[in-house]
């Protein structure tokens, strides 16, 4: 009886040279790798200066405030 390791590697080694004999769609495949990874880094970059905008936000409206309450 074939263990889970073997199973695995017995599926990896198919698919491989499934993919190996069609280059296109190995080509998506490593595309599409590629493009999740990009998007990935981009969503997290845009995270980082989202975070930074709400800080400033938050500063701007603080002073803002603090005028209003100075003049009264």
Do not use: H
């Not at 491989?16 to 790798?33: D, E, G, K």
């Not at 709400?54 to 803002?64: C, G, H, P, R």
């Amino acid at each position: 009886m074939a263990g889970t390791t073997e199973e695995v590697g017995t599926t990896a080694r198919t698919l491989i040279s499934s993919l190996a004999s069609t280059p296109m769609i190995l080509a998506l495949v490593v595309f599409n790798l590629f493009y999740i990874g990009f998007s990935t880094w981009l969503q997290a970059k845009q995270g980082q200066r989202f975070t930074e905008n709400q800080a400033i936000w938050e500063k701007l409206t603080e002073k803002a405030l603090e005028s209003c309450l100075d003049k009264k």
